[in-house]
Nanobody, 126 residues
Framework: QVQLVESGGGWVQAGGSLRLSCARSGGTFRGFTVGWFRQAPGKEREFVAAIRWNSRATYYTDSVKGRFTISRDNTENMVYLQMNSLKPDDTAVYYC???????????????????WGQGTQVTVSS
């Protein structure tokens, strides 16, 4: 069973930083694509970043390029999202998602991930 748990959200002033963590309990991320998505009130869930576990290839939405970094560690069950230069528009609930068999052309679509964490709130004040 795949269980994902996010942590690290909170409140920060614009320009500040936060690091989100996504842990898989009971297994590893080997062979997975792990993505971060976010959803602000009244908006659709949107892609933020993803990492291919085996190749370490990373992908970002344009609005976070140069500010956010997705990474993995060597324990095989942790993925991080380092968020710098945060803006009020980054305020949202952030979700970690993972699955195997996610093809490159569809990794930005939330419907292609079967496993989700509970979400963690990120609030950026101006």
């Amino acid at each position: 069973q795949v269980q994902l748990v996010e942590s690290g959200g909170g409140w920060v002033q614009a320009g500040g930083s936060l690091r989100l963590s996504c842990a898989r309990s009971g297994g590893t991320f080997r062979g997975f694509t792990v993505g971060w998505f976010r959803q602000a009130p009244g908006k659709e869930r949107e892609f933020v970043a993803a990492i291919r576990w085996n190749s370490r290839a990373t992908y970002y939405t344009d609005s976070v390029k140069g500010r956010f970094t997705i990474s993995r560690d060597n324990t095989e069950n942790m993925v991080y999202l380092q968020m710098n230069s945060l803006k009020p528009d980054d305020t949202a609930v952030y979700y970690c998602a993972g699955d195997t068999g996610v093809i490159l052309s569809s990794l930005r679509y939330h419907g292609n991930y079967d496993h989700w964490g509970q979400g963690t709130q990120v609030t950026v004040s101006s």
